[in-house]
C-alpha cells in the first residue's frame, strides 16, 4: 500500500521560509515523479513543483520559481520542498503526491495523494 506523508507546515512571517517534508513508503516503481501540489481557499489545486524519480529532471511553476527549492533524498524515498520570501499569497494546503512520469506538475496526473500540510504566511 502506498503511503505519501508530508509534514513541516505551518506559519510565517511574509519573507519568512519553511521546509516541507514529504516520505514515500509502498511504492514499486521506479518511474515516477513526486510533486508538490497546493490549493488555496476558494482556488483550484495547482502543481508548484516536481522531481523525477531517477534522473532528477526538476520543474516548477512560475509562481514559485527562483523562492522554491524542490530536492529528494534517493535512499529515504524523502522529497523536500525548501520555501523561501513566502508571500501572503502562498497561503494554502500544501499536498505530496506521487504522479506517472512525465505528469510534469498536472493534478490530473497523480496517482497518490497525502494527507496536505497546511502552510499559512502572515504577519
Known amino acids: 500500500q502506498v503511503q505519501v506523508v508530508e509534514s513541516g507546515g505551518g506559519l510565517v512571517q511574509p519573507g519568512g521560509s519553511l521546509r516541507l517534508s514529504c516520505v514515500v513508503s509502498?511504492?514499486?516503481?521506479?518511474?515516477?515523479?513526486i510533486g508538490w501540489f497546493r490549493q488555496a481557499p476558494g482556488k483550484e489545486r495547482e502543481g508548484i513543483s516536481c522531481?523525477?524519480?531517477?534522473?532528477?529532471?526538476?520543474n516548477y511553476a512560475e509562481s514559485v520559481k527562483g523562492r522554491f527549492t524542490i530536492s529528494r533524498d534517493r535512499p529515504n524515498n524523502a522529497v523536500y520542498l525548501q520555501m523561501n520570501s513566502l508571500k501572503p499569497e502562498d497561503t494554502a494546503v500544501y499536498y505530496c503526491?506521487?504522479?506517472?512520469?512525465?505528469?510534469?506538475?498536472?493534478?490530473?496526473?497523480?496517482?497518490?495523494w497525502g494527507q496536505g500540510t497546511q502552510v499559512t504566511v502572515s504577519s
Open positions: 522531481i523525477h524519480s531517477t534522473d532528477g529532471t526538476l
Open positions: 503526491a506521487v504522479s506517472r512520469a512525465g505528469a510534469t506538475r498536472l493534478v490530473s496526473g497523480v496517482n497518490h
Open positions: 509502498g511504492f514499486t516503481s521506479d518511474d515516477y515523479e
